[in-house]
C-alpha cells in the first residue's frame, strides 16, 4: 500500500478537485459539492468529496478523503484538506492553507500562508526530520509566485490548459507539474458529459526533497501520468475529471463520480 499512498498523496490536492468558482463576481453566494473514486487495478482504494463555496470575490474548498472497506483491512486512512483565498482571472489566489490525515497511528498536519503567490509561513505537524545529506533545500526563490496543491490546477477558461507548467509548493517540496496536450477524450459522470482535454504529466522536482528517494525518482521517470480536464460552463474553467497514476504494483485510477450540479 506504500507505492499507492504516495502516488495518491502527490494528486490528492492536485488531481481530486472540482470547483464552482466564477470568474465575475457572483451576485450570490454559490455552493458546489463533487466526488471522486480513487482505484488501484480496478480495485476501491480510496473515495473523496469536495464542497466549494463562492462569495463574491472570495472562495473557499474543503473535502475529505477516506479510504474504502478493502483497504481499511490494511491501513485505515482519512484525510481533510481546505483552501481559502481570492478569485482572480488569471488563477485561484490562495491565502491559506490546511491538509490534514492520519494512516494507522501516523498522523499529519500541514498549512500554508500566502500572500499573493508567496508562502508567507509554513507549520508541520510533526516537524520535518532533520535533512539527511541527500536533501536539496529550499531557497527563498522556491518559495515565491507558487502554487498550492489543491486549487492550483484550476485554470480559468480561456487561458491555456497544456501546455503549460504549474509551480507547486505543498508545504515541504516544491516541485513543478509539466502538462502537455495528448488530444481529446469523451467524458460522462453525474452532472457532466462532453469533451475532456487530455494532459500529459512530467513530474519535475526542484527542491524539498531527497535526490535518494525512490518515490521521488520513480515519479520523475514516469512518462505515462495522465490527467483529463473538463469545462465547467457555469464557473467559467477547467478543472481535472481524471487521471492515471502507474505505480510499480499497478495503475491508479481517479475519476470523478459527480462533477458539477
Same mark, same amino acid.
Request: glycine fraction near 10%; charge should be positive.
Given at each position: 500500500?506504500?507505492?499507492?499512498?504516495?502516488?495518491?498523496?502527490?494528486?490528492?490536492?492536485?488531481?481530486?478537485?472540482?470547483?464552482?468558482?466564477?470568474?465575475?463576481?457572483?451576485?450570490?453566494?454559490?455552493?458546489?459539492?463533487?466526488?471522486?473514486?480513487?482505484?488501484?487495478?480496478?480495485?476501491?482504494?480510496?473515495?473523496?468529496?469536495?464542497?466549494?463555496?463562492?462569495?463574491?470575490?472570495?472562495?473557499?474548498?474543503?473535502?475529505?478523503?477516506?479510504?474504502?472497506?478493502?483497504?481499511?483491512? #490494511?491501513? +485505515? /486512512?482519512?484525510?481533510?484538506? =481546505?483552501?481559502?483565498?481570492? &478569485? !482572480?482571472?488569471?488563477? *485561484?489566489? @490562495?491565502?491559506?492553507?490546511?491538509?490534514?490525515?492520519?494512516?494507522?497511528?501516523?498522523?499529519?498536519?500541514?498549512?500554508?500562508?500566502?500572500?499573493?503567490?508567496?508562502?508567507?509561513?509554513?507549520?508541520? #505537524?510533526? +516537524? /520535518?526530520?532533520?535533512?539527511? =545529506?541527500?536533501?536539496?533545500? &529550499? !531557497?527563498?526563490?522556491? *518559495?515565491? @509566485?507558487?502554487?498550492?496543491?489543491?486549487?492550483?490546477?484550476?485554470?480559468?477558461?480561456?487561458?491555456?490548459?497544456?501546455?503549460?507548467?504549474?509551480?507547486?509548493?505543498?508545504?515541504?517540496?516544491?516541485?513543478?507539474?509539466?502538462?502537455?496536450?495528448?488530444?481529446?477524450?469523451?467524458?460522462?459522470?453525474?452532472?457532466?458529459?462532453?469533451? @475532456?482535454?487530455?494532459?500529459?504529466?512530467?513530474?519535475?522536482?526542484?527542491?524539498?526533497?531527497?535526490?535518494?528517494?525512490?518515490?521521488?525518482?520513480?515519479?520523475?521517470?514516469?512518462?505515462?501520468?495522465?490527467?483529463?480536464?473538463?469545462?465547467?460552463?457555469?464557473?467559467?474553467?477547467?478543472?481535472?475529471?481524471?487521471?492515471?497514476?502507474?505505480?510499480?504494483?499497478?495503475?491508479?485510477?481517479?475519476?470523478?463520480?459527480?462533477?458539477?450540479?
Amino acid at each position: 500500500m506504500g507505492n499507492v499512498c504516495s502516488a495518491f498523496s502527490a494528486f490528492f490536492g492536485a488531481v481530486l478537485l472540482v470547483s464552482g468558482w466564477q470568474t465575475h463576481v457572483a451576485a450570490e453566494p454559490i455552493k458546489v459539492h463533487a466526488d471522486y473514486s480513487v482505484t488501484l487495478i480496478g480495485f476501491p482504494v480510496a473515495y473523496a468529496s469536495f464542497v466549494t463555496e463562492i462569495d463574491g470575490g472570495s472562495y473557499k474548498i474543503s473535502g475529505v478523503m477516506r479510504t474504502s472497506a478493502l483497504s481499511d483491512i #490494511i491501513s +485505515k /486512512s482519512r484525510g481533510e484538506a =481546505s483552501v481559502s483565498g481570492k &478569485l !482572480s482571472k488569471e488563477r *485561484l489566489l @490562495a491565502s491559506s492553507f490546511m491538509v490534514a490525515y492520519s494512516s494507522g497511528k501516523h498522523a499529519h498536519r500541514t498549512e500554508i500562508e500566502f500572500s499573493n503567490g508567496n508562502v508567507k509561513s509554513t507549520t508541520n #505537524i510533526p +516537524k /520535518s526530520k532533520k535533512p539527511t =545529506s541527500d536533501w536539496v533545500p &529550499l !531557497s527563498a526563490a522556491d *518559495l515565491r @509566485a507558487v502554487l498550492d496543491p489543491l486549487s492550483g490546477m484550476v485554470l480559468p477558461a480561456g487561458s491555456k490548459v497544456c501546455p503549460r507548467s504549474l509551480p507547486i509548493f505543498d508545504g515541504q517540496s516544491r516541485v513543478t507539474l509539466h502538462l502537455t496536450p495528448k488530444g481529446v477524450r469523451p467524458y460522462r459522470t453525474k452532472g457532466f458529459a462532453g469533451d @475532456a482535454m487530455v494532459c500529459g504529466i512530467r513530474f519535475e522536482p526542484k527542491s524539498g526533497y531527497r535526490t535518494g528517494s525512490s518515490g521521488i525518482r520513480y515519479l520523475r521517470e514516469l512518462k505515462t501520468m495522465e490527467v483529463w480536464f473538463a469545462k465547467h460552463e457555469l464557473g467559467g474553467f477547467y478543472a481535472p475529471v481524471y487521471a492515471k497514476v502507474p505505480t510499480k504494483i499497478g495503475q491508479v485510477i481517479v475519476a470523478a463520480t459527480r462533477f458539477g450540479g
